[in-house]
């Protein structure tokens, strides 16, 4: 929520991050949640879905670099992207990056998140603004997307809100099956946001088994990202067929994109999928009470 002078995001009702405000840039209501773009000064330019921080100019880069360039540098030969939600652009912009991907398809279901972040925020946007020949952008469902038309895509990338309103079907058995079984070609990758362990947990709870039925392997791994609850972050790598998460024959990959960076590195690549024995506990044994 936005009231004067600060920006204030509850967490299960007993935690509150709190940002001053500087300004208000944007504020609307589409078909689908409210949208508020806010500047303050110590984090930027922030993106609010329904009063949830979605991501600042600050530390956006920690979230885009990891959701995206984990799964392009474990996959051998991405041609075809496909990233639901990420209307903010900036998962597009760490794809882009890529000079071997050949396609990249952004469906992000509401069109003022897109329009707010392209006029407000052109440096997590600069992808959308500035066009690129390889990105398709199509303002509609996901959900219906994945299980009615898209297919052939080498990898596909989940950047969804809370699994709350527009972003609930996203964290479903039946999407992710029709991810695994239609939208990807054999070998493909899934990888989703998958909430913070220390606020979410029964989300990682909720979403690992099910993620485990449809996939030969999926596994968390980490990042931090200081404006969302807790600041740890997961994310889920999922893949049709076992892998290693970083392949011998993508390290060359890996070092031409680290200097495109300011987070994501091979070293901190295989790192991140170091678990703290808590949240292999959550992915694990899902019934045992882990704090």
Not at 123 to 129: E, F, N, R
Not at 264 to 289: C, I, K, T
């Given at each position: ?19 001053p405000l500087a ?159 239609k939208a990807l ?29 449809c996939f030969a ?75």
């Amino acid at each position: 929520m936005t009231t004067q002078g600060w920006v204030s995001e509850t967490v299960e009702g007993s935690y509150r991050l709190s940002f001053p405000l500087a300004a208000r840039l944007f504020e609307g209501r589409s078909d689908f949640q409210k949208v508020e773009v806010v500047a303050t000064p110590t984090w930027g330019r922030m993106l609010l879905l329904d009063g949830l921080v979605q991501t600042t100019e600050r530390d956006e880069w920690v979230y885009h670099e990891m959701i995206a360039h984990v799964p392009l540098l474990a996959h051998r030969d991405p041609k075809r992207v496909l990233v639901i939600g990420g209307g903010d652009g900036g998962t597009v912009r760490e794809v882009l990056k890529h000079p071997g991907v050949q396609e990249v398809v952004l469906c992000e279901i509401d069109a003022m998140v897109i329009e707010a972040c392209k006029q407000h925020l052109p440096g997590i946007a600069c992808a959308l603004v500035e066009g690129d020949r390889r990105l398709t952008v199509r303002v509609g469902d996901g959900v219906a997307y994945v299980a009615d038309e898209a297919r052939g895509f080498d990898v596909v990338i989940v950047d969804s809100s809370e699994p709350m309103g527009p972003g609930e079907e996203l964290f479903s058995e039946t999407f992710y099956t029709n991810v695994a079984q239609k939208a990807l070609n054999a070998g493909g990758l899934l990888v989703a946001q998958t909430e913070s362990p220390w606020y979410n947990r029964d989300v990682i709870e909720r979403v690992y088994p099910m993620l485990g039925r449809c996939f030969a392997q999926a596994q968390p791994y980490l990042g931090f990202v200081p404006t969302y609850p807790s600041g740890c972050w997961t994310w889920a790598f999922c893949a049709k067929t076992p892998q290693p998460v970083l392949p011998e024959a993508n390290q060359g990959r890996a070092a031409a994109i680290t200097p495109l960076c300011r987070y994501y590195n091979p070293d901190l690549h295989r790192a991140a999928f170091v678990m703290p024995n808590f949240v292999v506990q959550q992915v694990e044994q899902p019934s045992v009470v882990s704090g």
